[in-house]
């Protein structure tokens, strides 16, 4: 299993300004995943941060947008730029270990407003 | 097309009853997993109950059960003897291979919102 934390666990932005997001695991891990939940909705993915190598955006996301930085196996950062109130979400880090079978770990999740 | 349809937004059961919440994905892959997780309104993602593609059984955690019928692309969750803290939203999951090969990352279905009446 995996514990992370994750912060803020919620915020309230102007819009036009940046939102750092960070996420700790308490154990080494090949790859983190960033999703968005848009209020009533469910979890999309954003991208996945593999250590010392570019984040890999899905379809609709890009680094302009929400650069992310994977510093080490242990820690990585989600930036939410120039923010607009459509960008209002909650924001999530997960672990998932590499067999088939075992679960998702998540963070608490950020829950961000932009007014 | 969708990979996890849950098809139900919202369900309503009595306390101490049991309920069903459907899930059907889609996928050509023969190895895959199915998962649930249970979100309440503070946000937080909890496991619930994990099904793979080649187990002959269906998954049991407790008060969950997983109803898989593979043929039908179906694992549909059970709870049995529903509590006031069942409240929440409930996801649906898949892992299976990614597109760029090599990593299961997991595609959640729109959820159900599960109501427990006292």
């Known amino acids: 299993s995996a514990v992370i934390s994750q912060k803020p666990s919620r915020d309230i932005c102007q819009r036009g300004t940046s939102l750092t997001i960070q996420c700790q695991v308490d154990s080494q891990v090949t790859m983190m995943f960033w999703y968005r939940q848009q209020p009533g909705q469910s979890l999309t993915l954003i991208a996945t941060a593999n250590q010392g190598s570019e984040a890999t955006y899905e379809s609709g996301f890009v680094i302009d947008k929400f650069p992310i930085s994977r510093p080490n196996l242990t820690f990585s950062t989600l930036t939410v730029s120039n923010m607009s109130p459509e960008d209002s979400s909650i924001y999530l880090c997960?672990?998932?270990?590499?067999?088939?079978?075992?679960?998702?770990?998540f963070g608490q999740g950020t829950r961000l407003t932009v007014v | 097309a969708q990979k996890i349809t849950q098809t139900q937004p919202g369900m309503f059961v009595q306390e101490k009853e049991a309920v069903t919440l459907d899930c059907t994905y889609d996928?050509?892959?023969?190895?895959?997993?199915l998962f649930w997780y249970k979100q309440p309104s503070s946000g937080e993602m909890i496991f619930l109950i994990y099904?793979?593609?080649?187990?002959?059984q269906n998954a049991t955690e407790g008060r969950y059960s997983l109803n898989f019928q593979k043929a039908r692309k179906s694992a549909n969750l059970v709870i049995s003897a529903s509590q006031l803290g069942d409240s929440a939203m409930y996801f649906c999951a898949m892992r299976e291979p990614h597109a760029s090969g090599g990593s299961y990352i997991p595609t959640f279905g729109r959820g159900t919102s599960l109501i427990v009446h006292p």
């Open positions: 996928t050509s892959d023969p190895s895959y997993g």
């Open positions: 099904q793979g593609s080649y187990d002959q």
């Open positions: 997960s672990v998932s270990g590499s067999p088939l079978n075992t679960e998702a770990f």
